[in-house]
């Protein structure tokens, strides 16, 4: 009996329209479309649930216009940011907004700056002068994210503290205020380019303001 199962069984293995089936249940991956997406460094998560950043998007659109014009040290700071970015993606920390990526950015500017003094104290003038093509690449992509206007953040914190004020009363925290403004279902801030830590000052102030309570 099982030598008769056996035969069956290599029977049924060896037909060829069998195989074809039990092959077109099987996922590959190919080898070599795999290694061209991680080798380009352009794609976003495909598990991301938003659009990519519209930095994110800019950046990706020059690396490909420093590729056609060789453009080396634009080519040098956009392929290093974007990496990073890439890199992040798989981690607990994505980088999912400008903001981020301008974070990204003033941490790698401020490691050329510390290349550039390394160079200048051994005498490199050529590495500096490479590095300092670097920064000023750098600086071209932090000054082209427009940031939250101070005044228009206040307006926004001043709503919302008065009508904390008036649910909870006068001992709302300010923890409490930026979680209400951040909060990803409804925020009035979320997703909008500022600096938390003027954020921070604002929320402070307002909560210590007469007007804040009336």
């Known amino acids: 009996m099982l030598e008769k199962s056996s035969s069956s069984i290599s029977t049924i293995m060896a037909s060829p329209r069998t195989t074809r089936l039990l092959f077109s249940t099987q996922k590959y991956t190919c080898a ?14 495909s598990t991301a649930s938003t659009e990519p950043p519209s930095l994110l998007t ?12 060789k453009d080396t040290a634009r080519l040098s700071v956009l392929r290093g940011t974007i990496s990073e970015i890439n890199q992040a ?18 941490k790698r500017r401020s490691a050329t700056q ?10 490199r003038e050529d590495l500096a002068a ?7 690449i750098i600086d071209e992509y932090t000054a082209s994210v427009k940031m939250m206007d101070a005044a228009e953040m206040r307006q926004i914190v ?7 004020k008036a649910a909870e009363g006068d001992s709302v925290k300010p923890g409490v205020v930026m979680k209400h403004l951040l909060k990803e279902d409804g925020g009035p ?24 309570a009336s």
């Open 89 to 106: 993606a798989s981690s607990s920390t994505p980088i999912t907004n400008d903001l981020q990526i301008l974070s990204l950015l003033k």
């Open 114 to 123: 510390t290349a550039i003094d390394e160079a200048k104290a051994a005498n």
């Open 58 to 69: 800019k950046l990706k659109a020059d690396l490909k216009a420093a590729m056609r014009a």
């Open 189 to 212: 801030l979320s997703g909008k380019t500022l600096d938390r830590k003027i954020l921070s000052e604002l929320v402070r102030e307002e909560l210590a303001s007469n007007h804040a």
């Open 130 to 136: 490479k590095n300092e093509t670097e920064i000023t």
């Open 158 to 164: 001043r709503t919302e503290v008065i009508a904390l």
């Open 32 to 45: 070599r479309c795999t290694t061209r997406a991680t080798a380009s460094g352009l794609r976003w998560s």
